[in-house]
């Protein structure tokens, strides 16, 4: 399995952007399609982008359709999530991870096909 670590989480304010980075360690990143899911406390994970391991196709939880952003830099490893327009709600744990075979929007936001997770790094925003 691949290695996912994520960094760039913090505390803001409503309003300010984020900008959450995964590295990936251990196979070939290229190989892997990548999703972000997020999990607020005393509720279920939810997913919240994938991008195809081209980058080519991006698929978005309607909750951040817009002001939120994901890409990749294979040459670096790296999957990003950009996050402007912060709202308290967006307040969650964030996980990156990785899912081995390329999937269609609708399918590839179902966390069970995500074999390699991360850590998670915490959002807090604040009102």
């Known amino acids: 399995q691949v290695q996912l670590v994520e960094s760039g989480g913090g505390l803001v304010q409503a309003g300010d952007s984020l900008r959450l980075s995964c590295t990936a360690s251990?196979?070939?990143?290229?190989?892997?399609?990548m999703g972000w899911f997020r999990q607020a406390p005393g509720k279920e994970r939810e997913f919240v982008a994938r991008?195809?391991?081209?980058?080519?196709?991006?698929c978005y939880a309607d909750s951040v359709k817009g002001r939120f952003t994901i890409s990749r830099d294979n040459a670096k490893n790296t999957v990003y999530l950009q996050m402007n327009s912060l709202k308290p709600e967006d307040t969650a744990v964030y996980y990156c991870?990785?899912?081995?075979?390329?999937?269609?929007?609708?399918?590839?936001?179902?966390?069970?096909?995500?074999?390699?997770w991360g850590q998670g790094t915490q959002v807090t925003v604040s009102s």
């Open positions: 991008i195809s391991r081209s980058g080519g196709t991006t």
């Open positions: 991870a990785a899912d081995t075979a390329p999937r269609p929007c609708g399918l590839g936001r179902q966390s069970r096909y995500f074999g390699s």
């Open positions: 251990g196979r070939t990143f290229s190989n892997y399609d």
